[in-house]
């Protein structure tokens, strides 16, 4: 069974070398995979460090000049020659049994063609975000994809992008990736992944949980801060806004009228916090909404501009 590892890259020496250099320890003696970067970004540093790995495992660079990740993994699965295609970021640090895991995996579910593995949080050495492990959005924040639950079918929900698989025959099949959806600079719509996946499972390819295939996501220092969240937060209320499409009805502002209500008594509550836990959760709503909203306002106004109604 052959695996080709696919991933996007903008600018992340500090993650990418450490991501390379883990993979120069995976136990894929057994396997034969390949390893596509594909370069979003036109970067001489990526290069160099992708060529510094070259003797060690089987990697390439491929350099996709449209900006955006979902455009990067598009060409990169336009280049890939194995029969699964495992998907992944370019901060992720994986256990050294990763592939064969995956490849198992893939093997024990021959009528699945999607499937997920666990992802844990990797955070600076002696570092804690401002954010509790239980407030209800740590989890999409840090890409925390540790269901447990044992091996088995899952929702599309719980596929995430640094660790994800699809046969290489669905590709083949006419399916790809949204460009509408993932990063593309710092202003852009989160899930591009789970809105690939949840298309791929509303047309009956039901995912498979792996939670033995296991990688841990690089935290950087940035992100263990409240500015860092609150942009976090605004990212996915665009996602949000953007599966569910515009609600219609009354508009305030160009969004729904309960939208503006929601967003001006978030702002009130971030102003008026005694705490810093409670000022941290008040913005974090406080962007969610504010995503949506910006999100529903561009609906609208794409609508007036084809003719398609207010």
Not at 44 to 68: F, M
Not at 152 to 158: E, L, S, Y
Request: proline share 7%; charged share 20%; glycine share 10%.
């Amino acid at each position: 069974m052959n695996l080709s590892v696919i991933f996007a890259t903008h600018r992340r020496p500090e993650t990418l070398g450490p991501m390379l250099a883990r993979f120069c320890a995976l136990e894929a003696d057994d396997l034969e995979w390949e390893v596509i970067v594909i370069d979003n970004a036109g970067d001489e540093q990526t290069n160099a460090i992708v060529a510094s790995y070259a003797d060690r495992i089987p990697v390439r660079v491929l350099r996709e000049t449209t900006p955006g990740k979902n455009n990067a993994l598009n060409r990169g699965v336009s280049e890939a020659s194995g029969s699964l295609f495992v998907f992944t970021d370019d901060d992720i640090l994986p256990s050294p049994d990763w592939l064969r895991e995956l490849a198992a995996g893939a093997a024990r579910w021959p009528d699945n063609d999607v499937f997920g593995g666990r992802i844990v949080p990797a955070f600076p050495e002696g570092r804690t975000p401002v954010l509790e492990a239980t407030h209800p959005f740590y989890r999409a924040a840090y890409v925390v994809a540790d269901w447990e639950q044992d091996e088995g079918p899952c929702h599309a929900t719980q596929v995430w992008g640094p660790n994800m698989m699809v046969r290489a025959t669905l590709f083949s099949g006419g399916w790809s990736f949204d460009p509408a959806f993932g990063p593309n600079g710092t202003d852009y719509v989160m899930g591009s992944e789970t809105e690939f996946t949840a298309r791929l499972e509303a047309a009956g390819h039901e995912p498979v949980y792996l939670p033995q295939a296991s990688v841990e996501h690089q935290i950087r220092d940035e992100q263990l801060g409240a500015p860092w969240l609150f942009g976090r937060a605004m990212r996915a209320g665009r996602m949000e806004a953007l599966k569910s499409g515009h609600p219609g009805g009354a508009n305030l502002f160009g969004a729904p009228r309960y939208l503006t209500r929601a967003v001006v008594g978030a702002w009130l509550r971030y102003t008026l916090a005694l705490s810093p836990r409670a000022k941290l959760h008040a913005g974090i709503e406080l962007g969610r909404l504010r995503g949506q909203f910006r999100e529903y306002r561009a609906m609208r106004q794409y609508r007036v501009m084809n003719g398609s109604g207010a």
